[in-house]
């Protein structure tokens, strides 16, 4: 198999090529720079040009903007960027006639949802232009597949963390603090609750999907084996890197995050129709990225 991966550069993207690599999947990577195949999805010489040319069996599609303050300020490019350059992708997919396209959306489809664990029928409920990006992404890929039997499938992901991630995301900054020995401040007392799992074991959900014919036109929730709150998460980092943190259990930042965020996944179709068992732990996943943090450092 020779997998197009789109959004190679970002935290999952890294993680999913060193996964596939190990398992002696071909990849060909791709981004807007870094790469021997490099270009922007909105780009349609470089999409029906030079990707078309390219041979391969199945894409993943991973490129899209995600910061979340970016989209609510830029929400044309938001919608640009994860609607038409997927649109585009999703496209490619129905003219090279890929065994499947695996489509990454979002648990932000949902918004705060009213009761968990989340299933996949659960209703959306959107907020900001981004979770509306990846609800319009999943309508378009769901039409590929009904009006042109394309074998389009979709994730949801709750907390991804690993090696690679940004400096400003909680399980980095986390370890970072640890590591030095600096306070935690945990907004609304640490109380949110996610469903935090490192990137490899999403890595090895994506080559699952790939392989499983019964997974065209499905749509997967995926997080961690168990809730989190953000608190136990803060714990569980200072408990592995043995730091003398303190946790600063700090009010809500504004009124509309007094009350908690309390949102994670069932994994009743990703372990019944997939057969799907993680590979790592949390505490596992944790570990490698603290290893590779200090290594950084």
Known sequence: MRVLITGASGMVGRNLLAYFQQKGVETIPTDLSGWEVSGNLLDKDFVFGKLASLEFDAIIHMAAITEIKKTV????????????????????????????????SSANVYGAPKTNPVSEDAPFDPRVPYDYSKV?????AMSFYKSKGLPVSLTRSWLLFGEYDQPSRATIRFIRACLKDEPLTLFNGGKDTTSPTHASNFAKLALTILK????????????????VTIRELAETVKQLTGSKSTLNLAPPRTQL?????????????????????????????????????????
């Open 257 to 297: 995050e007094a009350e908690p965020q309390i949102s994670y996944p069932s994994l009743d179709r990703v372990r019944n129709e997939l057969e799907y068992v993680h590979e790592l732990t949390l505490e596992q996943g944790l570990q490698r990225t603290i290893d590779w943090v200090k290594k950084q450092t």
């Open 136 to 140: 319009v992404l999943e309508n378009m």
């Open 73 to 104: 300020e830029d929400p044309k490019l938001c919608f640009e960027v994860n609607c038409v350059g997927s649109l585009n992708m999703l496209e490619l997919a129905h003219r090279k006639k890929v065994r499947r396209i695996l489509c990454t």
């Open 212 to 227: 499983e014919d019964k997974s065209a036109g499905r749509a997967y929730n995926f997080g961690g084996e168990r809730p």
